[in-house]
């Protein structure tokens, strides 16, 4: 049974390294050549790839928020070759070319939306999306942050994962500055509906709840699981 579970994972490996050959001859075949001023991507790579383990031909719906110049968004599109992104960013005219330019073979698979993250955010809610991955990456502020996870929150499936960026960025800066305190808040907020699965420059955790349990609920669930004594005498004696 191992052996046959592991030539399979073989075999799905195999068809998923063909399948980015494939989309990198493309590239160079048809001048799609990305272009970058930096790269805070790759480091983070590894990170994703493991908590995306044996999702790799899944049709994953990712949501990004912050995309800069598309190379977050253009690795998701590149390994996962089933899934659909959507980038929020505010997309000025220099990065907006710079976007449209990396993202240009997959731009069937990509939803850009322009504007505030907050606004928009609050507009996927409404429609009621859903999403299997979702990248915070849109502002570096205590409260904004904040709000963006808290929005994200709904929009994110059961067994999704939700990635932040720049945890521990400049943290000489003072807390309403930079985003540790808004991921901490959030997290220990959360912390009966989510799995931490990392937790470095950024935090990955996979969402395991909608909504944390008061604890007045889970005392009145633990009073009615209790056996009660008089109750099961008084039926025996009758």
Partial sequence: MWLRNLLRQLSNQQRHLATVTKLAAHRLRHGDEPIY???WTTPHCENWLAALRGRENDPLQILEIGSFEGRSARFFLDTFPLSRITCVDIFTPKRNAAFDHNLKPHRHRMTKLAGRSAAILDELVAK????????IDGHHGRSPVFVDSALAWPLLNIGGILIWDDYLWRVDKPSHARPQHAIDVFCQTFASCLRELHRGWQVIVEKTA?????KNALVAIDR????????????IAA
Avoid: F, G, H, N
Avoid at 128 to 135: A, E, K, Q, S
Avoid at 210 to 214: K, L, T
Avoid at 224 to 235: D, K, R, S, W, Y
């Fill in 128 to 135: 009621d999306l859903r999403y299997d991955v979702i990248y």
């Fill in 210 to 214: 909608d909504w944390p349990m008061p």
């Fill in 224 to 235: 009615e699981t209790e056996i009660q004594p008089p109750l099961v005498t008084a039926a």
């Fill in 37 to 39: 001023s930096s790269d």
